[in-house]
């Protein structure tokens, strides 16, 4: 079934609420970078020549962040300016947060998250809301999260799932302080923009236009 525009325009608001806790600003904002932090490492070696450390088989907690990778680089130890990079069977865990991808990188200024970035085939995405057990899901060969800007691109094949609820296309586009999501696709067929949204009371949305119009019974012959 096809929706029209202005349905499609009211369901994309809807959608936009399952995004909401996806690394939201808040629960990026309430880590206290500050914190001790463990390393657990299968060896570790001190690049001097390109200014790196190399952590192989990392194991990273800090406060309720958890990070283990097959190997991490950062430029720095502290977390007050450097930049870490992660690759290989990378897990990330943030409070109710789980990402599992191929590799990230995660940049601190001034002891606070930045910019991440994260690729995978795809990468996943799981939140599960405070107080409940739903789980909001997504996965994207590659997501972007530009702190300062509040924006979370989520592109390649990116899909957003909770409940009965999904979207995907080639790139979606979330502003976290106005709670919008911008959806987008090469405008080829298998990477239009596809909505399932279930009402809460279970009943299936309107047909368009289009489609009712073909449903109406034809007069009877006399």
């Not at 570790?44 to 990778?69: C, E, P």
């Not at 302080?177 to 299936?204: H, K, L, M």
Request: net charge negative; with cysteine.
């Amino acid at each position: 079934m096809r929706i029209s525009r202005s349905k499609k325009s009211l369901w994309l608001c809807g959608i936009a609420l399952l995004i909401t806790p996806l690394l939201s600003g808040a629960q990026v904002n309430d880590l206290d970078m500050r914190l001790p932090m463990n390393i657990d490492a299968d060896n570790t070696t001190i690049d001097g020549k390109n200014s790196m450390i190399i952590f192989n088989g990392l194991r990273l907690t800090q406060g309720n962040v958890s990070i283990q990778a097959d190997e991490g680089r950062a430029t720095r130890m502290e977390l007050e300016d450097s930049t870490w990079y992660f690759s290989g069977n990378v897990i990330i865990d943030i409070g109710a947060g789980h990402i599992e991808c191929d590799s990230a990188e995660l940049l601190f200024d001034e002891f606070r998250l930045k910019q991440a970035i994260v690729n995978g085939s795809p990468a996943r995405y799981d939140l599960q809301r405070p107080g409940t057990e739903e789980i909001t899901h997504a996965e994207a060969g590659h997501l972007s999260y530009d702190v300062d800007a509040g924006l979370i691109e989520f592109s390649d094949k990116a899909t957003i799932t909770e409940g009965g609820n999904q979207i995907s296309s080639n790139v979606l586009v979330y502003n976290i302080t106005e709670q919008r999501i911008n959806a987008d696709s090469s405008g080829e067929d298998d990477s239009r923009v596809r909505i399932t949204y279930t009402p809460a009371n279970g009943v299936e949305p309107p047909p368009a236009e289009e489609d009712a119009a073909g449903d109406e019974e034809e007069p009877e012959n006399p």
